[in-house]
Structures are given as structure tokens and as C-alpha cells.
């Protein structure tokens, strides 16, 4: 079987890491992306914005990743011993995912433990605060190495790739609001794969998936995980 898993903030949600979306205290209620999470307000006010990343990097360094996590090594791990295998793309700028032992993440919105700089563009591991003052070795200015509203995620062509060539799509804690990632189901369907859906709530597009099961990512992702291996 070849996989492929498209995981969001649902996912890291019981690690303590807060979703953007969906009921209770999400992120994007409390505070306006279009304020901390854009090209335009890093140029307008840098130390805002990485004063946001600052308490989410801080946030990330003392969680740890939960069952969700694990059992998606543990499927990476168990499909590789069958011959399968699995893409698992992340939107999650968290480690969590490593953490539990998966060892092929593609984090398509950038990774929060890592620095990059607005000059040269290389890319830096960072687990220490970002100021104004944050400089790459050539001297340009560093900003968090995550992709804002605006601009282009990561990783594109390998996921079209993936995608290609899988053949089963699976979405784990993702509220399928924010596009292109949003967008993978349909492109799934087009090329005749069946759809999965693990979230707490019904997605923004849940009715594009073949099957939905929905609470909370801990337990509906290691039971489902169990059942595919057992295929
Ligand atoms: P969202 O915060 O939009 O959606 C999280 C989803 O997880 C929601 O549908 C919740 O109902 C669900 N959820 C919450 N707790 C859960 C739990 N314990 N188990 C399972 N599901 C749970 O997160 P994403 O879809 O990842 O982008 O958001 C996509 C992008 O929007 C993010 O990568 C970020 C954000 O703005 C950027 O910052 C560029």
C-alpha cells in the first residue's frame, strides 16, 4: 500500500500546541493572522511577529508528541516492513511528528525550529528566540522559516508526486480551510483514490471523502493506523 497522509493542527492539538480553527481556543480567534502570519506584517512590525513565533517556539520545546504521533511512526514503520509506504506531508511547523520517530515529515508550511534568512535564504537550525537583531553568518536579517498568507508552500512538486502515486489519501486533524493543502482531496478523487477523513468536527470539505471518522486524533488515529496494518 502507498500512503499518503496530509496532517494539520488537529493532530498536535493534544500536545498542547493550540489549533488555528474549530471550537474552544483557537488561535486565529485570538489573535489576527494578517497581523503576525504575512510577508507585510513582518516588514511592518518584525518584532511582533517574532515575538508571536518566540512563544510558539518556547511552547513547541516543552511539549511532547502524543499518541497521534506515534502511531503514525509506528504505520511508517510497519508499511515499510510490508513493502508499502508512506508520504506523510504535514502543515504543522512543529516536530512532533520526528519526535515520535517518523523519518520522512514534508512540512509544507516551513518548520518553527529553524531560521531563515531574508537575504541569502539559507535555512539555519534556530531553537533560541528571534529578534531584530538575528543575523544568518553572511549578515542579512533572519525571519522564522515558516510560510505566511501570500506566500507559496513547500515541497510542491514532491506532493503532486506523491499524490501521483499513491493509493489511499488520508487527512488527520486538518480543519481543510487553508488552500493548497485543502485542495488535496479533490486532486486525490480526481485520480480515483478512496478518501479518508480523521478530524474532531466534519472538515470544510468533509463531504469529498469516502470515509470520515471523527474525535479526538489520540484515539481514532492509532485504531485506524492498527486496522490498516492489518490489511
Ligand atoms: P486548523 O486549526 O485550521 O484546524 C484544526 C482542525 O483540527 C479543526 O478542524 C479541529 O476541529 C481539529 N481538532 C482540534 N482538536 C483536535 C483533536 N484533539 N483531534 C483531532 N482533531 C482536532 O489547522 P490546520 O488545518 O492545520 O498556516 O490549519 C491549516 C493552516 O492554517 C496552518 O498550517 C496555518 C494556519 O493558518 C499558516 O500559518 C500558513
Not at 508499502?84 to 511528528?97: C, F, K, M, P, S
Not at 522564522?144 to 498568507?149: K, M, S, T, Y
Not at 501570500?150 to 493509493?167: H, K, V
Request: with cysteine; glycine share 8%.
Amino acid at each position: 500500500m502507498n500512503l499518503f497522509i496530509l496532517t494539520g493542527a488537529g493532530v498536535s492539538a493534544e500536545s498542547g500546541l493550540g489549533v488555528f480553527r474549530g471550537p474552544g481556543a483557537a488561535l486565529w480567534k485570538r489573535y489576527d493572522p494578517m497581523q503576525l502570519a504575512t510577508p507585510e506584517a513582518f516588514a511592518r512590525d518584525p518584532a511582533l511577529v517574532h515575538a508571536f513565533y518566540n512563544a510558539r517556539r518556547r511552547n513547541l520545546l516543552a511539549a511532547s508528541p502524543n499518541a497521534a504521533h506515534a502511531a503514525l511512526a509506528r504505520l511508517e514503520a510497519g508499511l515499510a516492513q510490508r513493502g508499502g509506504a508512506l508520504t506523510l506531508v504535514t502543515q504543522n511547523i512543529d516536530d512532533l511528528h520526528e519526535r515520535a520517530g517518523s523519518t520522512r515529515v514534508i512540512h509544507m508550511h516551513g518548520e518553527l525550529l529553524k531560521a531563515r534568512c531574508a537575504a541569502c535564504g539559507a535555512v539555519s537550525d534556530r531553537r533560541e528566540d528571534l529578534s531584530t537583531d538575528s543575523r544568518c553568518d553572511r549578515g542579512g536579517a533572519l525571519r522564522p522559516h515558516v510560510v505566511w498568507f501570500g506566500e507559496t508552500p513547500l515541497y510542491m512538486e514532491e506532493i503532486y508526486a506523491a499524490l501521483e502515486a499513491a493509493d489511499l489519501f488520508v487527512a488527520i486533524g486538518t480543519s481543510g480551510a487553508v488552500y493548497p493543502a485543502a485542495g488535496f482531496v479533490r486532486e486525490a478523487r480526481a485520480r480515483g483514490l478512496r478518501c479518508c477523513e480523521l478530524n474532531l468536527e466534519p472538515s470544510e470539505n468533509a463531504a469529498e471523502f469516502d470515509e470520515r471518522r471523527y474525535g479526538r486524533a489520540s484515539e481514532i488515529t492509532p485504531s485506524w493506523a492498527q486496522e490498516i496494518l492489518a490489511r
